[in-house]
């Protein structure tokens, strides 16, 4: 059925593609033969003007773009597309990583929309699955532990209050840095913990314990 006619148009039929999978290939093919480029991290004196001039040492320009909010205030980025690939490259090579005015720029090939948001579906996925890798339950925190207190100790000065998913001491170069989480498997429980364990003393000093959002990163 590919190329043929119907009601007068031409119909493509072909193997089906995942998003990522036709990202890659432009991205693939763009990197051969890129004109468009993407800056950022410039300053907010930077107007199209002085973006051109800074760009147009390693070639002729179609157009420069600094983009602005609503106000006019520059985002600090913009796009400059070149007339040929071999401009646009050398502006990469030469430019990337380039101190102007104190910031540091960032020079790359501007990726296409489908690159773009195969992007951010990686980064959703990745964040799903760190998510779902977290312990279940409700955290408290606790601050001003004594410096004796380990995990096992905080699990154990705790456990009368319910069933504990974990207990964590925050730890700097081998030594407690005075706080540490403690997540049980309701809000109950957690709330209990709360009320009994605050302004206790453990050890030598009084605890602060408070309580916290659940599957919050710890």
């Known amino acids: 059925m590919n ?3 119907l009601n007068n148009r031409q119909v493509y039929v072909g193997r089906f593609k995942f998003p990522e999978e036709r990202a890659a290939e432009v991205r693939t093919r763009d990197r051969a033969t890129f004109t468009n480029v993407f800056v950022k991290n410039f300053g907010d004196d930077m107007d199209d003007e002085k973006l051109k001039e ?3 040492e390693y070639g002729p320009t179609e157009s420069v773009k600094v983009i602005r909010d609503a106000s006019g205030k520059s985002k600090g980025f913009g796009f400059v597309r070149y ?3 071999e401009s646009a490259q050398k502006a990469v090579l030469e430019l990337h990583g380039k101190s102007i005015d104190g910031k540091v720029l960032y020079v790359g090939r501007a990726q296409k929309k489908i690159e773009r948001l ?4 990686r980064r959703f996925e990745r964040l799903r699955l760190k998510e779902k890798s977290r312990p279940p339950g409700v955290p408290i925190y606790i601050k001003n532990l004594d410096e004796t207190i380990d995990d096992e100790k905080l699990k154990e000065e705790f456990s009368s209050f319910g069933s504990i998913n974990r207990a964590k001491v925050m730890m700097e170069v081998g030594q407690g840095k005075g706080f540490g989480v403690v997540c049980f498997s309701s809000f109950e429980e957690a709330t209990k913990a709360v009320d009994e364990m605050n302004g206790r003393v453990v050890g030598s000093k009084t605890l602060h314990v408070t309580l916290g959002q659940a599957r919050r990163r710890w």
């Not at 195969?118 to 579906?121: G, V």
């Open 54 to 56: 800074l760009f147009s």
């Open 83 to 85: 007339e040929t690939h």
């Open 118 to 121: 195969a992007e951010l579906r």
């Open 3 to 5: 190329g043929v006619r």
